[in-house]
């Protein structure tokens, strides 16, 4: 993880937090004090990691989580109070979204630190792979618009286009998605 957004009414609870995140060797903390800052601050950025220290003065801190998780914050943990523990954990662990107990000690909060950046790593790697496929999707869409391409301007089959692109981006050097962007800028203007 490299950036973290600690959300926190009381700034000096931030020296626990910052110690152990330290350990993780997360290169952005910031702190703010209310979810409305918070919010306003996640408008423009998204934050490998946010952590809620609820409750917060302007809401209980639930509300914030729950819309942050995934689009804004790849990972939350959702610090409350040991009664309301059970309760607010059950209304947000389906959206991945940790919860642990206060009072809190260093060993817990680094358990929990551990676990979130453990799913953190997890769910990066399943979104490297998203990415990854969806390029691949895209290219060959695009290679099988040049292919359109060439069968409705030159009269090709389907077969022919094929190995016509082959033939080309084999004696040009080129890839085929390439050749692609090529063939659709020739052909499309």
Not at 7 to 21: A, G, I, K, Q
Not at 100 to 108: F, Q
Not at 158 to 177: P, W
């Amino acid at each position: 993880m490299r950036s973290v957004l600690v959300v926190t009414p009381n700034l000096s609870d931030l020296d626990l937090f910052r110690e152990d995140l330290a350990k993780l060797n997360v290169e952005e903390i910031l702190a703010v004090r209310t979810s409305s800052e918070a919010r306003r601050i996640l408008i423009d950025r998204v934050y490998d990691l946010l952590v809620i220290n609820a409750p917060l003065s302007d809401e209980n801190g639930v509300r914030l989580a729950v819309d942050v998780i995934g689009n804004k914050a790849n990972q939350v943990i959702l610090l409350v109070k040991r009664e309301y523990a059970d309760e607010i954990a059950s209304k947000v662990e389906d959206y991945g979204i940790f919860t642990v107990e206060k009072p809190i000690s260093h060993a817990a909060f680094w358990l929990a630190l551990k676990m979130t950046s453990a799913a953190f790593n997890r769910t990066r790697s399943f979104i490297d792979e998203n990415d990854r496929l969806k390029k691949s999707l895209a290219d060959i869409r695009l290679v099988n618009r040049a292919k359109c391409l060439l069968i409705e301007k030159l009269g090709l089959t389907e077969e022919e286009a094929h190995k016509e692109m082959e033939k080309q981006a084999m004696n040009r050097r080129m890839e085929k998605v390439e050749l692609a962007k090529k063939i659709i800028e020739k052909y499309e203007d």
